[in-house]
Each structure stands twice: as structure tokens, then as C-alpha cells.
């Protein structure tokens, strides 16, 4: 019996925003601080949202930035 030892879980935590149209998270960076540092958005930023029945693309320029963690799959 083979065991997998990557764990069940994502725990990272992502930067993202909320979708303008749907309100879903557009999530468009790794938070390699877990939250530790402030995180300074670029000058531009243009997204796209990941939601098949949305796809509503927008500046985000001034939007807050929030961090998010990804929910696990459950099996």
C-alpha cells in the first residue's frame, strides 16, 4: 500500500478581490507572508473573473486586496 505524504489540505493563504459583477473571489497572487506584511497592489490591475457563468473582466486598480485561503476538497 502506497501512502501519499503531501498533506490533505492547501493552507496557503492567496490575494485576491471580490468580483465587481458576481462578488466571488479573483484571486491573483500567492501571500507568501501568511499574512505577515502589507501588501502594496500594482499600479494596474486588470482581472478577469474565474467563474464560468461570470467572466466579468474590470480594473481593480483601487479595490481593497483581501487574502483568502482556498477551502479543501472534501472526498
Request: charged content about 20%; aromatic content about 10%.
Amino acid at each position: 500500500m502506497h501512502i501519499s505524504q503531501w498533506p490533505k489540505s492547501d493552507n496557503r493563504w492567496f490575494l485576491g478581490v471580490l468580483c465587481q459583477n458576481c462578488h466571488s473571489p479573483i484571486l491573483f497572487g500567492l501571500d507568501r507572508s501568511d499574512g505577515e506584511s502589507t501588501y502594496t497592489p500594482p499600479a494596474k490591475l486588470l482581472l478577469t473573473c474565474s467563474q464560468a457563468e461570470c467572466r466579468h473582466q474590470a480594473d481593480y486598480s483601487g479595490a481593497k486586496i483581501s487574502r483568502f485561503q482556498k477551502a479543501s476538497a472534501t472526498r
